[in-house]
């Protein structure tokens, strides 16, 4: 069933695809429709003679002739209802389901369908086994190895042509495989370790040189080089000013390496200048975040992972490292800011929306408070009130030291929280 | 005058067939015939198996030759002949010959008239193409790799291979290293598929009989799917009882 009829089905609420419905017996034309009752052949037939736009009863002829071998004769019928259905959208789509549902199953059937098919994987087959090494012969060693499956001498033949081409990353990764499907082969061996030797020559002369070619070459995931390698490519890259590419790059290198600030640094302008062109690409974000932590800016790196996490909530990564941080910046602010009295730097640690902040500004308020300074210290309650969530209850301490200034503290009121009438604010 | 007409009719088919004693060919025979004997439209009317071995005979000589090249152009122009002589060629290439060949057994099985031994034969006859017609898809890809190549140790390595199908699809190969072409269908090239049609003819009871051309150039379908001669209007054997 092609696409276009399998929406179409999905629409009309029928049921596509006949390889499925011919595992178990059943209407096969149009399964979920209401066809017509007729029972055989010969009175579907009549029917359809008296009124040859009867779709119920064309679907229920199908059937029939379906249930007795004759797709061919079921295609028929079909497409004799379809030359007369014009302007009739609904029969048409009926009737082309069902044409499409029952040539799936004559292809199934068909001996002549089935020998192409055997033969073309014969040829796919021997075709990537044999001395090509051009994209239609790698081609061919792809689809054979989805026909076959894990296939020693498939992955060797890939390799080999990898290998040919100058490609040794991808020839290690088939001929690896190879290698294990076929333990003693020599031969597999022998190219395994020639790709082995080629990719390590392009890496020597890929962070030896400008030639970027034999970095592209040389890199392959899960190597020991590969972050050196990758972020030799992005040098190269940008040196082509192929930021694009070099970001692409250093992302990854970052995937390997997230805290190498070194790492990070270059990142950091790339990812600025993609995210003023792609805003919420959550990847970006997470990766600007990541970059901002591995150089120590706790604050950004935590208001950029809460725009990760805004962008994608469901990006568990994110969510760990947020915590993390957050840790990070508790430790901080107790040294800090708690610890002292100096709400200089309370204040500059604020950062809006986090659940400290209310927690800092109550401190600040103590503060002011024990210093007497009375206005400053309300100043500082009413932000706190304001930031306040009813599940981070307000620091003790502030309204004692404000009344102790001489001042009657004013209850904290939260955002949100609940009032006396059980009503919110 | 009409009387006459009607005479020369009936006359011509009788007269070949050897007068009225000798019944003509069964269709199914005709049909076999086409493949071995005759056919109206190859070159100088040689039937389709006969033409297939000779295009495989003209596609080997041309990849010898390519071997024997030693140039990267007059290597890419032999080889270039091979998967013309395979796969190209008007009216019928090697490949094209052979499933023409395959048709007409098809036909022979699916006449009224055809024996059990000929139904048979036919599925192993369908069977026994599959080789040649994998190689054809072989040298043709193969082909357009060294059109493409660019040294001639490339081009000579894809060559080699295009040699290698070449003679498999006269010769047939041993695939399985069991030391016998043709223990297996895929094995087969023209002479064992010729093989295989000749053992079908030489079971056949009553016994084939090399058809004449008249006969396998005057049978025609009618929009019935029902066969018959053409200018007799007869129904093979039936017409003649």
Redesign the interface.
Known sequence: MNRRSAIAAACLGLIASAGAVAAEPGPVCAPGYAAAECGSTERCEAVLEQDPYDVPARIALCDALVEQGSLLDAMVVLRQGLDGCAGRSYACSVLQIALSNVEELAEKDAPDLR?DR??DQ??KR??CL???A?D??IQ?CNEALLSFGEDGALYQALGAKYQRRGQPAQALQNLRRAVALLPDSDEARRLLDEAEAARLELADACLASQDLDACNAATLAGEPDELRLQRRRAELLQHQGRRDAALQALLTAQSLAPDDSDLARGLLPLVDDALETRPDDPELAAARAAALAAVGEVDPAILAYRRTLALNPADEEASRRLLALREQRRERLERLCFATQDIDVCRQSILPGEPDEQRILAHVAAVEAAEQRRAEAEQALTEAAEAAEPSSPPEAGAEPALAAAGSTARPLRFRNAPAADGSTH | MRGFVLLAVLAVPVGLAGGCAHRPPTIAHVHLGHAITAAHDTPDQVGYMTLAEEQAQAALASAEAALAETSLDGLKRRVAEVDQVTNRLRPYPLVGAVQEAASHIEYAALSEDASENVRAGQRQFAQGIEGVLTRGTLIESYARDVAAATSEEEARALAEEVHSLARANLHGEDVDGDGTIGSDPAEYGVRQIRGDLDALIGREDPAYVTVDRWYLFNLIRLPSGEWIFARSRSRGTDAYQ
């Open positions: 020998a055997r033969r014969a040829f021997q075709y044999g001395p090509s051009s239609e012969s061919a």
